[in-house]
């Protein structure tokens, strides 16, 4: 796998580098260093996947100008999600996560991107574009807020009696809103809706 680490502090970029490698190991993980002023690769030489460390809005916006659309993209650290999702293409593969991430849990994001799945931090803010943009391109209907929390507890393989403790709703309500999203997914069972989740940047990984 090819992987860029784009940060405005050089030593940052290198700290990321080293956490992927430390999972993959240099010899299954190819990573480079990079500059936001650096020109990105083109033609073979583009990257499986980009990581964005430690940059502002500004960065991002003149990051995204310069992306093909469905280049995976992971912001790691304090982010600013609406300045990405008024710029950014619904068809790329992103991840918004905190900067403190585990070893583990960051090559799996990575990793996740690379395969075309959109990531970010179960219970944390997720980018606007993420939950609605790419996702209403194959919803048959958008999900409701009460939905999506349904969604979430899902992909955590809560059954309908947990689903319905945990928000304080009825079994019957939590089974109305499962077949719900099974339907707005066009998901026969309840497996391949939440793999359709989390292609679609619905539920956390």
């Known amino acids: 796998m090819n992987v860029w680490v784009i940060s405005?502090?050089?030593?940052?970029?290198q700290g990321v580098i080293a956490a992927l490698q430390r999972n993959a190991g240099p010899e299954l993980l190819h990573a480079r260093a990079a500059s936001p002023d650096e020109p990105l690769p083109a033609g073979d030489d583009v990257p499986d996947v980009v990581?964005?460390?430690?940059?502002?809005?500004?960065?991002a916006r003149g990051l995204l100008d310069k992306m093909s659309p469905g280049l995976p993209l992971l912001w790691l650290g304090?982010?600013?999600?609406?300045?990405l999702a008024a710029q950014d293409s619904p068809w790329r593969p992103f991840a918004v996560l905190q900067a403190g991430i585990d070893d583990d849990r960051l090559h799996a994001a990575v990793a996740a991107l690379a395969l075309g799945l959109s990531v970010y931090d179960a219970g944390g803010a997720v980018p606007r574009r993420t939950r609605t943009t790419a996702a209403s391109h194959e919803l048959q209907e958008p999900l409701t807020p009460r939905e999506l929390e349904v969604f979430e507890l899902m992909a955590k393989g809560l059954g309908n009696r947990d689903i319905a403790a945990a928000l304080g709703i009825s079994s019957h309500t939590a089974k109305f809103h499962v077949a719900q999203i099974l339907e707005k997914t066009g998901s026969a069972t309840r497996t391949e809706a939440v793999r359709q989740g989390l292609r679609l940047g619905l539920v956390g990984l």
């Open 8 to 13: 405005p502090v050089h030593w940052s970029a």
């Open 78 to 83: 304090d982010a600013e999600p609406d300045v």
């Open 51 to 59: 990581v964005v460390v430690g940059a502002d809005a500004a960065i």
